[in-house]
């Protein structure tokens, strides 16, 4: 566990003044953008499902194979 603190805890601290965001505007922006994510992969699921249903022959693009 200590390990893992040293390396994720920078050597030095970036001062105030120079933080563009503080640990407060990232705590509420955390919730955003997790559920960004989370339907980016479920546009990611349902396209999938979608291709699956149409079939191989249909997602090819031969056009008379498919009917």
Do not use: C, H
């Amino acid at each position: 566990m200590r390990l893992l603190v040293k390396l994720i805890e920078p050597k030095r601290m970036i001062p105030r003044e120079r933080k563009i965001f503080s640990n407060e505007d990232l705590k509420v922006l955390i919730m955003p953008l997790f559920m960004e994510q989370l339907l980016a992969v479920l546009v990611g699921v349902a396209d999938t499902f979608m291709v699956s249903y149409a079939g191989e022959a249909a997602v090819s693009g031969r056009p008379g194979e498919y009917v």
